[in-house]
């Protein structure tokens, strides 16, 4: 079955710490995005990739970074710039010019102890 | 002001009521219009999608859109405890999505 695979499900980050978030897809998209979600806020764009080794940052793209060295991977760096990481994180894909057709992973839980 | 705006509720309805959830938005180049139910602790999915104003059915569930006043609505029929779930609307602006806050329902057996 085609799909997006996020891992880990759930991940602790100690203080100063950088941690990466994984993120796999086998539907062919060339589009990939990541959305942080906290209560009540929705979600918000961190970064996106509508083609292999080119990114652009979304609206809070500040202490996270990506790569998109593959077409199927799109990993998320958490890092020790980011003051307040704990929230779910989200990751999806499209084709490419697709503006309603996005699949989402299952998130990651990420908590700072 | 949010481009986006969705009241968050929590909206708590019994089995079999209908149940609408709207959002407002100020962005007029808005064209696509999508809803997307997240169960808990996993991702959202795509629920209906809605191009320009008018109503979109699908089975229980009714998606309408008034560009005029800049408003989207869900309705859903004949409510069932499965329907429990945040629902989340988005509007595709220039190469990504917007999305509300998210109002997170739930259906009293």
């Known amino acids: 079955d085609g799909g997006i695979t996020q891992s880990p499900k759930y991940l602790f980050r100690k203080e100063g710490q950088n941690v990466t978030l994984s993120c796999e897809q086998n539907?062919?998209?060339?589009?990939m995005y990541w959305y942080r979600q906290d209560p009540g806020q929705g979600l918000r764009l961190i970064y996106y990739s509508q083609i292999v080794n080119d990114f652009q940052k979304g609206d809070i793209a500040e202490g996270y970074s990506v790569s998109r060295e593959k077409k199927e991977s799109f990993p998320l760096t958490v890092t020790s710039a980011q003051k307040n990481p704990t929230a779910f994180y989200l990751c999806?894909?499209?084709?490419?010019?697709?503006?309603?057709?996005?699949?989402f992973g299952s998130g990651t839980r990420l908590t700072v102890v | 002001q949010k481009e986006v705006e969705q009241d968050p509720g929590p909206l708590s309805v019994p089995e079999g009521a209908i149940v609408s959830l709207n959002c407002t938005y100020s962005n007029s180049a808005f064209q696509y219009f999508m809803w997307y139910r997240q169960y808990s602790r996993k991702g959202p999915e795509l629920l209906m999608y809605?191009?320009?104003?008018g109503n979109k059915e699908d089975g229980r569930f009714t998606a309408q859109v008034d560009k005029s006043s800049k408003y989207i609505s869900l309705f859903i029929r004949d409510s069932q405890p499965s329907d429990s779930a945040t629902y989340l609307c988005a509007m595709s602006g220039a190469q990504k999505l917007v999305f509300g806050q998210g109002t997170r329902l739930t259906i009293n057996p």
């Open positions: 999806a894909s499209s084709l490419t010019g697709s503006l309603y057709g996005y699949t």
């Open positions: 539907l062919n998209h060339d589009a």
């Open positions: 809605t191009y320009s104003s």
